[in-house]
């Protein structure tokens, strides 16, 4: 498992990495406006969500390790294409691959947990991969930034394509010994279960919170946060990677605790996802006085820290969904969920693109960047708001499971 979760560290820096860390040196190498470069984002994002659903049926139907070497394949080609484009056709072009390649690769991880280890084992362990994958933001983050400075952001791309192909090599070398990870179901997994999953009306409360907290956490994180911190506070780039840097490290540490605080709690997951949107909704009130009155850049930094409580919820809702449905369909389930995660991120990214092209005639130009006023930022923080606040009354509505699946046909030993 280990060459595996390498891989979906290296696949996440890429989707934090670019283009928030380096959405400044991007705009100015290929002189375009701020949706085009965001753009980059959303295709990363529509992809990769759209690709979910597909990629769960596929796990649940070819197994894991057939899906996740294609997946590697993928995110190695696009990872060498992206930094080698001169034009923004195949800039976009390696950035599909990257997003292909990258959606294969975490359910697979998910479905390989679940054949391996108990249901009671499984929030644990699914906690500690989804912290490998945010380690894999957080070096998207600052230590991306500082290379970038200093190597330039291609040839540091280039780099992180080479060590994503080494554990790819590494995970086919292993693959004669992990083969019993690659069954798939004996029975045919195709549309009817995602009628079973979408019919089943606590998984549809359970989407919806773990697709609205992500997404907002993800847009500062890995799209806007640096950004807001250069136009309005005008830090330099390494101080404005340092906040979603911190951020991220808040991330990972929540994601490594949440199985074991939901242990503690008596295998409860409702008041994990609670707490976790209601810090959120709290960091998304500070940000906007923070922004609108000007106060300390500090302020903003403890909003981010709130907003990184979203991995206390995510590991909480994917345990869920795979708690409320079948095991057979565990990965259609757990597609379902995470593709709806990035499709949700991806209209997020674009309405808030649509926000600061609106604002592009207030905006200045200094050293080739272009700098959106403060008005523009605390437009997209309000939307922000507004959607955390519906998302914590839909999540006082989540069945609880204490832990338990709800079919009896999970006879693993608990």
């Known amino acids: 498992m280990a060459s595996t979760t390498v891989i979906y560290f290296f696949s996440y820096m890429q989707r934090v990495a670019v283009p928030g860390t380096i959405f400044d040196e991007l705009q100015t190498t290929f002189a375009v406006s701020a949706s085009a470069i965001v753009a980059l984002s959303a295709i990363f994002l529509y992809i990769y969500g759209g690709m979910q659903l597909i990629v769960g049926m596929l796990t649940d139907r070819l197994g894991a ?56 084992l499984f929030p644990v362990l699914l906690g500690i991969t989804i912290g490998i994958g945010y380690t894999g933001g957080l070096v998207g983050t600052l230590p991306f930034a500082v290379l970038s400075d200093r190597w330039g952001w291609r040839a540091t791309l280039i780099g992180v394509a080479a060590l994503t192909l080494a554990a790819l090599i590494v995970t086919m070398l292993m693959l004669p010994r992990v083969r019993m ?38 847009l500062f994180q890995a799209t806007f946060g640096k950004k807001l911190l250069h136009d309005v506070y005008h830090l330099p780039s390494a101080t404005s990677a340092m906040f979603p840097f911190i951020m991220t490290i808040v991330a990972v540490s929540c994601s490594l605790t949440s199985g074991m605080l939901s242990r503690a709690l008596v295998h409860r997951r409702k008041p994990i996802v609670l707490f976790a949107t209601l810090c959120m909704v709290i960091g998304g009130v500070l940000l906007a006085c923070s922004v609108w009155c000007g106060w300390s850049y500090i302020w903003v930094l403890v909003s981010f820290c709130l907003l990184g409580q979203t991995s206390l919820g995510s590991v909480m809702t994917a345990t869920l969904m795979k708690e409320l449905n079948p095991p057979e369909v565990v990965g259609t389930a757990i597609g379902l969920s995470n593709g709806a995660c990035y499709l949700v991120v991806a209209v997020y990214t674009s309405i808030a693109g649509y926000i600061l092209d609106r604002f592009s005639g207030s905006a200045t130009v200094i050293h080739g960047a272009v700098v959106y006023p403060r008005m523009a930022y605390l437009v997209i923080v309000g939307f922000c708001i507004a959607m955390l606040v519906i998302s914590f009354c839909t999540a006082c509505y989540i069945k609880e499971t204490h832990g338990i699946p709800s079919f009896a046909s999970d006879t693993r030993q608990k």
Not at 187 to 203: A, D, E, F, K, M
Request: proline letters at 2%; one cysteine or more; aromatic letters at 10%.
């Open 65 to 120: 390790l057939t899906v996740l070497i294609t997946g590697g394949v993928l995110l190695c080609g696009g990872s060498f294409l992206f930094p080698m484009a001169h034009s923004l056709p195949v800039l976009y072009a390696g950035r599909v691959l990257v997003a292909l390649g990258a959606s294969l690769i975490y359910l697979s991880i998910v479905k390989c947990l679940d054949a391996m280890f108990s249901a009671r």
């Open 181 to 218: 990870l690659n069954q798939g179901s004996v029975c045919g997994v195709g549309l009817g279960s995602i009628g079973t999953v979408l019919r089943n009306l606590s998984s549809l409360a359970v989407i919806f919170v773990g697709s609205t907290n992500f997404s907002v956490y993800f």
